[in-house]
C-alpha cells in the first residue's frame, strides 16, 4: 500500500496511525496493571482513534480495514493476562547509534523494551512488513541501546500490526555492530 500524504502538513496514513499507537500504549501502560484489559485496550483505541482522518487512506474500506487490523492486533499482542501485567522498561524512547569517530549517527526508535531476569527484551510494531526493514533495525538497534541506555537486548520481537505475525530475531545471530 502507497503512503498518501494529506495537505495538512504532509502527514501518511501510516505516521498517523503510529501517533494513535503511540498514544493508546502510552495510557495503556500508564494504568495499573489490573486496569489494563481488552475492554481498557478498546476504550483507548475509540478515543484515539478519532485522530485519524479517512481521507489520508486511500479508500474508506482501506481505513476500516487498517483500523480493525491494528484493533485485533494490539488485542492479540497486548491484552492477554501475562502481557497484561508486564510493564516496559523504555516505552517509545529513542536511541542513538554513534558511527565511529566523526562518522555520523544514526537515531533508532525504540518501541519497547521488558527487562526480565537481568534479560532484555525489545519490541518493534510494523505497519509495512519489509525484510530489508527488520534486518536493518536487528543490525543497528542494539548497539544504538547499548550506546544510550547501557543494556545489550537479548531478542527482538518484530510484531505486524497489519497481519499479527510476530518474528522473534535473537541477538546472537547478528553480528554485533563493533561500538567504537
Given amino acids: ?4 500524504a494529506s495537505h ?7 505516521q498517523a496511525v503510529k501517533k494513535v499507537i503511540r498514544n493508546v ?4 501502560y500508564r494504568a495499573v496493571p489490573s486496569l489494563r ?3 481498557y485496550m478498546l476504550k483507548l483505541i475509540e478515543t484515539y482513534r478519532r485522530m485519524l482522518h479517512p481521507h489520508l487512506f486511500e479508500s474508506p474500506i482501506h481505513y476500516y480495514t487498517v483500523l480493525a487490523k491494528i484493533t485485533d492486533h494490539l488485542l492479540q499482542f497486548f491484552t492477554s493476562g501475562a502481557e497484561a501485567q508486564r510493564s516496559p522498561l ?3 524512547a529513542q536511541a542513538t547509534y554513534r558511527h565511529g569517530k566523526g562518522r555520523g549517527k544514526t537515531n533508532v526508535d525504540i ?11 525489545m519490541r518493534k510494531l510494523l505497519l509495512e512488513d519489509a525484510p530489508s526493514f527488520v534486518y536493518h533495525y536487528a543490525q543497528i538497534a542494539p548497539a544504538a541501546c547499548k550506546q544510550t541506555f547501557g543494556f545489550y537486548p537479548k531478542k527482538i520481537e518484530f510484531c505486524s500490526l497489519l497481519t499479527g505475525e510476530r518474528m522473534v530475531e535473537t541477538t546472537d545471530t547478528f553480528q554485533l ?3 567504537t
Fill in 1 to 4: 500500500m502507497k503512503a498518501i
Fill in 8 to 14: 495538512e502538513g504532509g502527514l501518511t496514513w501510516q
Fill in 25 to 28: 500504549m502510552v495510557e495503556y
Fill in 37 to 39: 484489559s481488552p475492554f
Fill in 90 to 92: 523504555l516505552l517509545f
Fill in 111 to 121: 518501541d519497547f523494551v521488558y527487562e526480565e531476569d537481568g534479560t532484555y527484551t
Fill in 177 to 179: 555492530i563493533l561500538v
